[in-house]
């Protein structure tokens, strides 16, 4: 395994605007080993947030699905990103993401197309869930995967359940998804 990765954790962008996508964003981080970056209120980060992505070998992406798509605050961090991307400076980089919302579809797809299209962008390698849905009568709320998704996780909790309400499943899928991009990520390396 290279060094570099040893010495130099990925990063997990996101922004939460109730503390579900913070639950998702915690799980992540700990399959990955990731260092969280919070984008704060107003769309902003620090500098040191933005030195620390430059230096990450992986990039997760994270962020509630609002009216079909991420939220405006992470959409001003994407805008930001024009600058590392004139610079080339995330070119080649493993980028990944993820979501949440309150409706079992609530457009959760074109959020995560979102991410995906940003990595693409900025030169990135997009790592997809690597594990199938759980889409079976047997299914349960609380099983692997149970949103179906290929390209990231995605989770589903209804509008009125607080963070501590959400599927440990939808939690589990986040947390080896984590797990994947960091293993790519080193394979790569």
Request: hydrophobic share 40%; charged share 20%.
């Amino acid at each position: 395994m290279n060094h570099r990765i040893l010495e130099t954790k990925g990063v997990v962008i996101f922004h939460s605007g109730y503390g579900h996508t913070q639950r998702m964003a915690d799980a992540v981080a700990d399959g990955a080993k990731a260092r969280l970056l919070q984008i704060d209120a107003d769309g902003d980060l620090s500098d040191q947030a933005w030195a620390d992505i430059d230096a990450a070998p992986y990039i997760i992406l994270g962020s509630p699905t609002y009216m079909g798509g991420p939220s405006w605050q992470f959409k001003k961090f994407a805008d930001a990103s024009s600058r590392p991307w004139f610079a080339d400076a995330w070119k080649d980089k493993v980028f990944g993401g993820f979501t949440n919302s309150a409706s079992i579809n609530g457009d959760k797809l074109a959020t995560l197309q979102y991410f995906s299209l940003l990595a693409a962008q900025h030169r990135g390698v997009w790592v997809g869930m690597g594990m199938k849905s759980s889409n079976t009568k047997a299914s349960r709320r609380d099983d692997i995967n149970r949103m179906g998704s290929f390209l990231g996780p995605m989770a589903q909790t209804p509008a009125d359940a607080a963070p501590e309400e959400m599927s440990s499943g939808d939690l589990e899928t986040a947390r080896l998804y984590g797990v994947r991009v960091s293993e790519i990520a080193a394979r790569m390396s």
